[in-house]
Structures are given as C-alpha cells and as structure tokens.
Nanobody, 119 residues
Framework: QVQLVESGGGLVQPGGSLRLSCAAS????????MGWYRQAPGKQRELVAA???????NYADSVKGRFSISRDNAKITVYLQMNSLKPEDTAVYYC?????????????WGQGTQVTVSS
C-alpha cells in the first residue's frame, strides 16, 4: 500500500517563501512521476509542477520562475520550493505519485496541505 505524507504548508506574507515536502512509502516502482497539484475554493484542481524519475520537470505557466520542484529518489521524496508567493497561490496543495504498475499508470494522492498567502 502506498502512502504519501505532505508537510510544509502554512501562512506566509506576499513575497515570502515556503517549501513543501512529500514523502512516499510502500511499494514504489522505479518508473514514476511525482508532482504537486493545488485546488483553490471554487476552482478545479490544477497541476503546479511535476518531475519524473528521470528528473524531467513540467511547470504551470503561473508558477514558472517562482517555484522549483525537485526529488530525492533515495528517500522517495518530492519537494516544492515556492518563492515570491502571491495571494493567488492560496490553495490546498496535493502531492501525487503516478506509477507504472503492470503496464498501466496508477495514481496515488496525499491528504493535502494548506498554503495561505496573505498580509
């Protein structure tokens, strides 16, 4: 059974920084992608950033140049460094792990961590 545990959310002023972490445990296959999604009140969940097991990255246009995703394969942990935060970054941030299991992609989600950007 796969579990994802997120940490690092909180309240920060505009222009500030936060670092989110997501640690995976259980049976983790080598070919996988880890990423961060967010959902603001009344909006759909959207991709923020993702990183493959080969370290290829993908970012939403709204966070390019401000957020950076990285991973530690030995610890099966993904990080999201968020700089120059804006009020519109306020949302619940979810970690997602997608793994290739027996020929098909399977998704696992964390419980979410609240990020609030406000003065």
């Amino acid at each position: 059974q796969v579990q994802l545990v997120e940490s690092g959310g909180g309240l920060v002023q505009p222009g500030g920084s936060l670092r989110l972490s997501c640690a995976a445990s259980g049976t983790i296959f080598t070919v996988n992608t880890m990423g961060w999604y967010r959902q603001a009140p009344g909006k759909q969940r959207e991709l923020v950033a993702a990183i493959t097991s080969g370290s290829s990255t993908n970012y939403a246009d709204s966070v390019k140049g401000r957020f950076s995703i990285s991973r530690d394969n030995a610890k099966i942990t993904v990080y999201l460094q968020m700089n120059s935060l804006k009020p519109e970054d306020t949302a619940v941030y979810y970690c997602k792990l997608s793994m290739l299991e027996r020929g098909r992609w399977v998704d696992y989600w964390g419980q979410g961590t609240q990020v609030t950007v406000s003065s």
